[in-house]
């Protein structure tokens, strides 16, 4: 495989969502099996297209880039040694001193990046009324992809939508998840006209590997459709911790562009890691007793900070 075919298979997968690492490598010293630049895609289950040297190294690499999948881990950077005869390979710390004096009989020495390829999250939202109007626009405006579903032709269209990715009018209630297939990196929003809709859609999702699932309403009418779940599948579905229902942070919203703002605000907590809390410096401590403060210091410097 040449470096454009595979760079041409690396966009294929990536475009059909399927995760991969693509392995590079970097730096070569003495002898190694290939040149700076030499790559290879690495699938979930270990396949591969291209080539970083074969034999131990590339066994080492493979193994690596499988973990980094399905750990979930970040992309990163390491170090092999190698002995003359090719036979072994060995990873080697950060800071490790040069192979020959880790008596590897040195043959060389490759560092490979392993740079994991995930499929971006995507928001798919059922519901496409005044507040799925007004999530998928802001979805837009942070750079979350959108996907819209809904059982009204009038109301999924993409006038409506300019900013969503993909529109679609599907009848929700013998096809609930509208073709979708919500995966490991996926937010499920469920915004649909009516209780059934949300019901047979909520379930549903509940059945797929999305991260997040979403469902609007007050909490009586979420209490009447868990309930209603509950009772046929034997399992109350508040113990999925991807559920959040009722939607969205506690912001005081009213309008459908509030209500939007918390959805994704507790949307955007969740795919960050973020903290939920103000960022805002703290008080300016008083001074104390015959210690006034210094001319000219600022009473917006956090604490503990001297100033320039």
């Known amino acids: 495989m040449t470096e454009a075919e595979l760079l041409q298979e690396a966009a294929r997968r990536a475009a059909a969502r ?15 099996p290939r040149d700076a630049g030499a790559k290879m895609l690495v699938a979930k289950d270990g396949s591969i297209a291209g080539s970083v040297g074969g034999g131990p190294l590339e066994a080492l690499v493979i193994a690596e880039a499988k973990q980094l999948l399905q750990e979930g881990g970040e ?11 090719g036979d072994a390979a060995e990873p080697l710390p950060p800071h490790a ?32 009324g005044h507040v799925g109007e007004r999530v998928a626009a802001i979805a837009g405006e942070i750079g979350l992809d959108t996907i819209v579903v809904d059982d009204r032709p009038d109301f999924a269209s993409r006038a409506r939508f300019p900013r969503a990715i993909e529109v679609r009018c599907a009848d929700l209630a013998t096809n609930p998840l509208g073709g979708l297939s919500p995966d490991a990196q996926d937010f499920v929003v469920i915004l649909t006209r009516c209780h059934a809709l949300d019901e047979g859609v909520l379930e ?34 508040r113990e999925d911790p991807r559920l959040h229902a009722p939607i969205g942070l506690k912001l005081g919203d009213k309008t459908p562009g509030e209500i939007a703002i918390s959805i994704l605000a507790e949307l955007l907590l969740l795919k960050s890691k973020g903290e939920l809390a103000h960022s805002r410096l703290a008080p300016k401590e008083p001074a104390r007793a015959g210690a006034p403060d210094r001319p000219g210091s600022s009473s917006f410097l956090p604490r503990g900070h001297a100033g320039p």
């Open 97 to 128: 001193p040069a192979p020959d004096e880790l008596g590897m009989k040195c043959g060389g020495e490759v560092t490979v990046f392993l740079d994991a390829v995930r499929p971006a999250p995507r928001l798919l939202l059922y519901g496409a």
């Open 75 to 85: 992309s990163r950077q390491r170090r092999y040694a190698l002995t003359t005869a």
């Open 204 to 237: 549903a999702a509940l059945s797929t590997r999305a991260r997040y699932i979403g469902l609007i309403g007050s909490r009586r009418k979420i209490g009447v459709i868990l309930r209603s779940l509950a009772r046929r599948s034997g399992r109350d579905p």
């Open 18 to 32: 399927e995760p991969f690492v693509l392995c590079t490598v970097t730096s070569t010293a003495l002898s190694a």
